[in-house]
């Protein structure tokens, strides 16, 4: 059931691309795969995990020979993968973007003689030509365990491809008829995220005025987040009353701009059902306890552990909530001297969410014409 679920999630999702965004190239702009190892694979010089079941390759983006994604359409992509841990050895796999950049990871360094599975997702923004693969450790202390159950899975799909409505798409007109590079918009995005580009008398590019004025009209009618977490988190019992959210130092996506990374809050802009994920890594001696909270004080899902092994393992946990605008969500790590959760420059702390369906209401208000009323 756990490798199924983010494909019904990406066919949902899918479903509202279609009625929200659609194209004349929709059928081209597919891109989803689901595919699965049925043996166990040992640390060595391939490194790069393969697959021999494919539930799924619309677009024909995946090679499970080689275990490569290679992106055809750009847009911001949801990866999430399950991986099997082989008795009395390490486990170490890495969600790589083309050569050698690290995503996020799973680890589990227990040498005892049971198999699990751990998991781990994120979105990432991709261009045309980028490649995504899963990559073991190379020592042959590290293995992954499968069978034909199979323990091992790797699922990804399009869930924003670039439009207009991106600021970093290949190319955006604006209203005064000239077009505007990505480098050009990125800079001036980027102040203004920032909240200093008025301040440091930055002009915006040729016609920005007007085109942040359209897209203030008609509002992007997408919403997407997936950020990381370099560093651990260590609770101290002078924050035990403190609720405050867990902040995250990378961002991988987004869309729409309604996720505070520095914060680690996330405010909903465009009502409707919304699909959140987060995983944590295991801080050694420590107890985990990390909730999924919804504005102040409202508990939706947690993950939990309370062994006080020196070992270093991971917890996933995902959910989906039904949001109005204005509402909030963030993550809560209890602040307590024996509690934390681990992270490194692996990423082991991510959290993502995206829009589903956003409600009747806002879709009727998006496809509404603007008339001028005298």
Same mark, same amino acid.
């Given at each position: ?13 899918? +479903? ?43 677009? =024909? ?31 170490? +796999? ?11 990871? +799973? ?5 005892? *003689?049971?198999?699990? !599975?751990?998991? *781990?997702?994120? #979105? ?7 490649? !995504? ?57 980027? @102040? ?100 999924? #909270? ?24 995902? !959910? ?5 605008? @204005? ?17 490194? =420059? ?16 806002? !879709?009727?208000? *998006? ?8």
């Amino acid at each position: 059931m756990l490798a199924q679920t983010p494909l019904l999630i990406g066919l949902l999702c899918h +479903v509202m691309f279609q009625e929200a965004v659609t194209s004349p190239m929709e059928v081209e702009s597919r891109s989803a795969f689901s595919a699965a190892r049925t043996s166990s694979m040992v640390g060595g010089p391939h490194m790069a995990v393969t697959f021999d079941k494919l539930y799924v390759n619309i677009g =024909h983006d995946f090679d499970p020979s080689t275990g490569l994604f290679t992106c055809r359409v750009p847009g911001a992509y949801y990866f999430s993968f399950t991986v099997g841990k082989f008795p009395r050895k390490s486990l170490s +796999v890495m969600l790589m973007k083309n050569r050698r950049e690290v995503q996020v990871i +799973v680890y589990d360094e227990h040498h005892r *003689q049971e198999r699990k !599975v751990q998991s *781990q997702s994120a #979105m990432l923004q991709l261009e045309h030509g980028d490649t !995504v693969w899963l990559r073991l450790h190379g020592d042959p202390k590290y293995a992954l365990y499968s069978n034909t159950g199979p323990y091992t899975t790797f699922n990804g799909y399009l869930i924003y491809p670039e439009t207009p409505f991106s600021p970093f798409s290949s190319e955006t007109v604006d209203t005064s008829g000239q077009s505007m590079t990505p480098r050009q918009l990125k800079a001036w995005h980027h @102040g203004m995220e920032g909240g200093n580009s008025l301040e440091l008398g930055l002009a915006p590019p040729p016609g920005q005025e007007q085109l942040t004025a359209s897209l203030g009209k008609q509002q992007d009618p997408r919403s997407a987040f997936s950020a990381a977490r370099s560093q651990s988190l260590v609770g101290e019992d002078g924050d035990r009353y403190k609720r405050q959210a867990v902040p995250f130092d990378t961002e991988f996506v987004n869309i729409g701009g309604d996720f505070n990374t520095s914060l680690g809050i996330f405010t909903c802009r465009v009502s409707g059902a919304y699909y959140f994920s987060f995983n944590i890594g295991k801080l050694p001696y420590k107890t985990m306890s990390v909730k999924l #909270m919804k504005n102040d004080d409202e508990v939706q899902a947690m993950v939990y552990d309370d062994s006080h092994s020196k070992r270093r393992e991971m917890q996933s946990q995902s !959910v989906m909530l039904s949001l109005t605008e @204005g509402d909030h969500i963030w993550l809560y790590s209890y602040q307590h001297d024996g509690y934390g959760a681990y992270s490194n =420059h692996g990423k082991y702390i991510t959290f993502t969410g995206f829009l589903v369906y956003p409600d009747q209401q806002a !879709v009727n208000c *998006q496809s509404e014409p603007k008339t001028n009323k005298l």
